[in-house]
C-alpha cells in the first residue's frame, strides 16, 4: 500500500502518501513503532494534510498515548504541546503523562510543558494585563506569543531571547482563548 512510504523514511507524511486519511489512523496499529509515531505526526502536523483537511485527533492520541513505545507516546506529547494546548482534553492528556508515564524522560518533558503553559497564562492573566491599557491593547497584535516590553514599549516579540536589564517578558493569549484548567 501507499503507506510504505512512511516505513522507506521517504519525505512526506503518511497523509501526503496516500490522500484518504483513515490509513493513517489504522497506522496507529501497526506493528512498527516508526510507523505509528509518524502516523502521530500525519495526523497533527498541518502541513502534512491535503487541503488542509480537518481531522479529529482526540480520541487516536487518547488511544495512542499509552502506546509500547516511548517515541510513539513521545510524538503524541509533542503534538499536544506544540498544536493542542488550547485545548483541555490535551491539558489533561500532557498532566497524565506527566504523572503517570512509565518513562522518566516523558514524565519530565510532560511537566516542563505543564510548567510553561503555567508560565504562560499566569503572564497574560495576571501581569499583562495590569501594563497600561495603550499598551496592552498594542500585545494583542501578538496573539499566541511572548512580547518584550521595556520602558513601556515592546521591543520584541518571541521567546528564546535574553532579557536585557528592565525589560519584561508578557505571553499575550488569542482573543478567543479560555484559560484550562492546569494540574
Request: glycine fraction near 6%; hydrophobic fraction near 40%.
Amino acid at each position: 500500500p501507499k503507506l510504505l512510504a512512511v516505513r522507506e523514511e521517504q519525505p512526506g507524511c503518511a497523509v501526503e502518501a496516500d490522500r484518504r486519511l483513515p490509513r493513517s489512523g489504522a497506522a496507529l496499529d501497526d506493528e512498527h513503532p516508526q510507523v505509528r509515531r509518524k502516523a502521530v505526526h500525519s495526523l497533527s502536523c498541518e502541513q502534512c494534510k491535503p487541503d488542509s483537511c480537518a481531522v479529529d485527533v482526540r480520541p487516536l492520541f487518547e488511544r495512542v498515548i499509552a502506546d509500547r513505545s516511548r517515541l510513539v507516546r513521545a510524538g503524541v506529547l509533542g503534538a499536544c504541546s506544540l498544536h493542542f494546548l488550547g485545548h483541555q482534553w490535551a491539558v489533561d492528556l500532557v498532566a497524565r503523562v506527566a504523572a503517570a508515564d512509565p518513562s522518566a524522560k516523558l514524565r519530565a518533558e510532560a511537566q516542563t510543558q505543564i510548567r510553561h503553559l503555567r508560565e504562560r497564562w499566569e503572564s497574560d492573566d495576571r501581569r499583562r494585563r495590569e501594563l497600561p491599557p495603550d499598551l496592552v491593547q498594542k500585545t494583542q497584535r501578538h496573539a499566541g506569543r511572548w512580547v518584550i516590553i521595556r520602558d513601556g514599549r515592546i521591543v520584541a516579540v518571541g521567546h528564546g531571547r535574553e532579557l536585557e536589564a528592565g525589560a519584561s517578558r508578557y505571553w499575550v493569549a488569542p482573543a478567543d482563548a479560555r484559560p484550562p484548567r492546569i494540574p
